[in-house]
């Protein structure tokens, strides 16, 4: 931009005069940016175009240059674009800040001004801006652009960001004197505190980033406040956060990697204020894009159809902060979280009912590989009976099914070594010689059963020493099957509740398949029930103490209608990638190659803690034999979840699998 021809000659003198006196840098930090040093130069965003990684230099000898959009110039041309300015009123501007008067004919410097042909040094001036208002409020936008203001719990305006339109924006805070372009000395006030204050503290807040996806979203949503804070992804660490202290928060990013990183700063600093924090990530489709919220107002929807869809999103994200009922899926770490919710966003699959296969699958998997020692004779895997409950027309079986699709690729690899085997033995008949041994014919042994009897699994399990897993989508055939050759001198109740202690199986005399004793019998297993069949389970099998072993997962869920679209085939390939990878890296060849595992002293306090608070129940008059004699197994499940989400955190995370540690809310991780 050029200044007006009748500008040109009489400000020159000030021009020159404002480069040597007036810092770039000094002049941005005014402004509320923040420049970082980098060798010589500073580093920080550009002001002509909307960026996320910094790529704007400040020289020594005062220029700038942008590499990201090729933007170039001085003081003068930064005034211009930062504060919406011509290069006139820019000019007159930054004179005035520096004390130069501008006149018709050369510039008259002040009486402070070193001579034009004498070096100088740049003048700090950030003590006295220039005043912008002297009003109540802020000053009015100008040039299209837009400004929020951050209010207190009465209403009053504490101080103001201005969003340009081509995306810039620049604070504005109040002094003695009036409203300067400057961002708020210490730390920052939350953008909606005016928000919290009108809903109740046990509302869920909803924080996301920037001031418009927040208007929208407190728009879309009138029973959470939803805020956010000042100066983006760089400034989460500037901001007072003790409003949302012992509140439950839902933190949604902005979908790319600043903004994924800026969510997990601010979760940490949430939970340091003992707040209940959640991040639901962003859609599938919208990774990498820089989505926001405020983006579904782009989408064509009318607003009610907007406003249908943002609550679905983030519907699950407060039903797991504020419904204790749902399956506590924040054990997992943090990208198994997402896959699983992600599950449920995308195609409506219930993420309680995935994370129960999940954990069942972690365990199996490992098997016998890793144990947690309780006590020197506890030694216990991760073994882990699971049953998903669900009234009629809730999906119980297709989140269990997605969950399993690894499994599925274990046995094929089996299935594969099993046809190399038979080609070996094969060969192997073919050269023996009549008097000679006869090779043993292999077995094919699966990892993963649906339909099998006991003497079929347990020969199985002689090949698979690190454990096996039943998968049955209906678990009552499994129950109902058991001892049908009872009259035979069965005993398979006997041989499944063996199985859950980890006990020794030896074949009886009517099984011929299967002779040699099987150690350490390692069965995990995973199905649904429906709900009409539960009583039926305890009537016909608690007598053995079979239905006290299993895990119930039974959220009170209605049947919803079909959600359109379906989840990125990336995070099937992930989670298809995390399970065969723990597989390869826990082989396990027999008794002699166990690992096992100490709790940590904080573990083991926090285990025995929730261990207490179970005999406690049990001694209440009011607390029947039935759920006495639950609790007094889920004392059993305390060290093998604990187990289990430390074989999540080694498999998702790469985190060392060598003790079980204390999680967060002062929990043995694992114990829910």
């Known amino acids: 931009m050029h200044a007006p021809a009748n500008l040109k000659r009489v400000d020159m003198s000030a021009i020159e005069q404002i480069k040597a006196q007036i810092s770039l840098l000094d002049y941005v930090r005014r402004m509320g940016l923040e420049p970082k040093k980098s060798g010589k130069q500073h580093v920080l965003h550009c002001w002509h175009h909307d960026e996320r990684t910094p790529s704007l230099n400040v020289f020594p000898d005062g220029g700038y240059k942008c590499f990201g959009c090729g933007a170039k110039g001085d003081v003068i041309d930064a005034c211009m674009a930062i504060e919406g300015l011509d290069k006139g009123e820019a000019v007159k501007k930054l004179a005035s800040d520096a004390g130069i008067e501008v006149g018709r004919g050369d510039a008259k410097p002040a009486s402070n001004t070193p001579k034009q042909n004498t070096p100088s040094k740049p003048q700090k001036r950030t003590e006295n801006p220039k005043i912008a208002s002297k009003g109540s409020l802020p000053p009015e936008p100008?040039?299209?652009?837009?400004?929020?203001?951050?209010?207190?719990?009465?209403?009053?305006?504490?101080?103001?960001?201005?969003?340009?339109?081509?995306?810039?924006?620049?604070?504005?805070?109040?002094?003695?004197?009036?409203?300067?372009?400057?961002?708020?000395?210490?730390?920052?006030?939350?953008?909606?505190?005016?928000?919290?204050?009108?809903?109740?503290?046990?509302?869920?807040?909803?924080?996301?980033?920037?001031?418009?996806?927040?208007?929208?979203?407190?728009?879309?949503?009138?029973?959470?406040?939803?805020?956010?804070?000042?100066?983006?992804?760089?400034?989460?660490?500037?901001?007072?956060w003790s409003p949302l202290s012992g509140r439950n928060c839902l933190i949604i990013p902005d979908a790319d990697d600043p903004g994924e990183k800026a969510a997990n700063e601010l979760k940490e600093l949430l939970q340091n204020e003992e707040a209940n924090v959640k991040i639901i990530p962003p859609p599938t489709d919208q990774r990498g894009t820089g989505w926001d919220i405020a983006d579904l107002a782009n989408d064509?929807?009318?607003?009610?159809?907007?406003?249908?869809?943002?609550?679905?999103?983030?519907?699950l994200g407060v039903e797991f902060v504020n419904n204790k009922d749902r399956f506590p899926i924040h054990v997992f770490p943090e990208k198994l979280r997402t896959f699983l919710l992600e599950l449920d966003r995308s195609e409506g699959l219930k993420c309680d009912f995935a994370a129960m296969a999940a954990?069942?699958?972690?365990?199996?998997?490992?098997?016998?590989?890793?144990?947690?020692?309780?006590?020197?004779?506890?030694?216990?895997?991760?073994?882990?009976?699971?049953?998903?409950?669900?009234?009629?027309?809730?999906?119980?079986?297709?989140?269990?099914?997605?969950?399993m699709g690894p499994v599925k690729a274990i046995n094929k690899r089996l299935y594969s070594d099993y046809l190399d085997e038979m080609q070996r033995y094969e060969m192997d008949l073919e050269v023996a010689g009549k008097n000679d041994k006869k090779p043993?014919?292999?077995?094919?042994?699966?990892?993963?059963?649906?339909?099998?009897?006991?003497?079929?699994?347990?020969?199985?399990?002689?090949?698979?020493?690190?454990?096996?897993?039943?998968?049955?989508?209906?678990?009552?055939?499994?129950?109902?099957?058991?001892?049908?050759?009872?009259?035979?001198?069965?005993?398979?109740?006997?041989?499944?509740?063996s199985a859950f202690d980890n006990d020794r199986y030896e074949a009886p005399a009517r099984v011929t398949r299967q002779t040699e004793p099987v150690e350490n019998v390692c069965i995990s297993m995973v199905g649904t029930i429906q709900f009409a069949k539960v009583q039926q389970l305890i009537e016909n099998h608690a007598d053995k103490g079979i239905p006290q072993r299993v895990l119930y997962c039974f959220p009170e869920l209605e049947p919803e209608y079909p959600v359109a679209?379906?989840?990125?085939?990336?995070?099937?390939?992930?989670?298809?990638?995390?399970?065969?990878?723990l597989h390869e890296a826990c082989g396990?060849?027999?008794?002699?190659?166990?690992?096992?595992?100490?709790?940590?002293?904080?573990?083991?306090?926090?285990?025995?803690?929730?261990?207490?608070?179970?005999?406690?129940?049990?001694?209440?008059?009011?607390?029947?034999?039935?759920?006495?004699?639950?609790?007094?197994?889920?004392?059993?499940?305390?060290?093998?979840?604990?187990?289990?989400?430390?074989?999540?955190?080694?498999?998702?995370?790469?985190?060392?699998?060598?003790?079980?540690?204390?999680?967060?809310?002062?929990?043995?991780?694992?114990?829910?």
């Open 142 to 240: 100008k040039n299209g652009s837009v400004r929020y203001d951050y209010l207190d719990a009465e209403g009053n305006v504490l101080c103001a960001v201005y969003r340009t339109p081509d995306k810039k924006f620049f604070p504005a805070s109040k002094i003695k004197t009036g409203w300067v372009y400057k961002a708020p000395a210490g730390k920052r006030p939350l953008y909606g505190l005016d928000r919290l204050a009108h809903h109740d503290k046990s509302a869920t807040v909803v924080v996301v980033e920037g001031e418009k996806a927040a208007d929208y979203g407190q728009k879309m949503i009138v029973n959470s406040p939803v805020i956010s804070w000042m100066g983006g992804t760089n400034a989460v660490g500037k901001t007072d």
């Open 300 to 315: 064509g929807m009318s607003e009610d159809e907007q406003r249908e869809v943002l609550l679905k999103y983030i519907q």
């Open 359 to 403: 954990m069942t699958v972690l365990g199996a998997v490992v098997g016998n590989k890793y144990k947690v020692r309780v006590k020197t004779t506890w030694v216990t895997p991760a073994i882990i009976w699971g049953a998903v409950i669900g009234r009629s027309g809730v999906k119980k079986s297709h989140p269990v099914k997605a969950i």
């Open 440 to 497: 043993a014919k292999p077995i094919s042994a699966p990892f993963r059963y649906d339909e099998f009897t006991v003497e079929a699994l347990m020969a199985g399990h002689a090949k698979n020493p690190r454990g096996l897993m039943l998968w049955k989508d209906e678990l009552m055939g499994v129950f109902d099957s058991l001892n049908q050759y009872k009259g035979k001198g069965g005993g398979d109740e006997a041989v499944l509740l």
């Open 565 to 581: 679209g379906t989840i990125s085939q990336d995070w099937v390939d992930w989670w298809e990638e995390v399970i065969l990878n």
């Open 588 to 672: 396990y060849s027999g008794e002699d190659d166990v690992n096992v595992i100490p709790f940590t002293p904080e573990a083991e306090a926090a285990r025995l803690a929730h261990e207490c608070k179970m005999v406690d129940q049990q001694r209440d008059p009011e607390s029947g034999e039935h759920n006495n004699d639950y609790r007094e197994k889920m004392k059993t499940y305390l060290p093998r979840l604990a187990l289990m989400i430390a074989i999540a955190d080694y498999a998702v995370e790469g985190r060392a699998l060598d003790q079980v540690e204390k999680g967060s809310g002062g929990a043995c991780r694992g114990v829910m």
